[in-house]
């Protein structure tokens, strides 16, 4: 039994291929590992602020060192982080939008980036990832094709998420991708071909 966290961050809930993806690949994983449980958030829905000089200080100050009222100003990023830590899996929604990712699943990032707590430096200066034993998947829908050929370079979705979540300790990534959802004569059968890629480790 595993305990599974879906992302969402797509701005066209009806009718996003990421999300059905997600879910796809959800249905997979409890097929695999039956009685799993899931933890869906939308993220679009959150309508979370932005980072600013004042919430970045309070977010990598030590608790104790905040008084109450700070404290309770970033419970939102708590309660993401016990979200984050609770999961065995994570699968992440991540549509391309301009060749990145929607700016709800940075500000995500951004919250649950916290010095201590799910990142470190090691007496050598190194970073140390502190959020470990994790599988993440993506479920990743684009217009065109970015996993391969011209388009390859413009894809500043998986490179980075493999990036950034490697920095904090999520090494375990697999991408699946919906692509070409725009291009007469492969759009037709962009989701059958993802679907049929998804395999669970």
Do not use: C
């Amino acid at each position: 039994m595993k305990h599974i966290l879906h992302l969402m961050s797509s701005i066209q809930p009806r009718e996003s291929y990421s999300i059905q993806l997600g879910k796809i690949i959800i249905a997979k994983i409890k097929e695999k590992y039956p009685n799993s449980t899931l933890d869906e958030l939308n993220l679009v829905d959150l309508d979370m602020p932005h980072l600013n000089p004042e919430l970045l200080r309070k977010l990598f100050t030590p608790a104790d060192l905040l008084n109450e009222e700070e404290k309770k100003s970033i419970a939102f990023s708590n309660n993401l982080l016990e979200q984050l830590l609770a999961a065995d899996i994570i699968v992440i929604g991540a549509p391309l939008y301009n060749f990145t990712i929607h700016s709800v699943l940075k500000t995500w990032i951004d919250y649950i980036t916290r010095p201590g707590i799910t990142f470190g430096y090691g007496q050598d200066g190194r970073p140390i990832g502190l959020v470990t034993g994790k599988k993440v998947y993506v479920a990743m829908s684009s217009g065109g094709i970015y996993s391969e050929g011209p388009g390859q370079v413009n894809d500043f979705v998986v490179p980075y998420l493999q990036a950034f979540l490697g920095f904090l300790g999520m090494t375990d990534l697999t991408a699946f991708r919906a692509e070409g959802l725009k291009i007469p004569g492969l759009k037709e059968d962009a989701m059958n071909k993802a679907i049929n890629s998804i395999v669970i480790d």
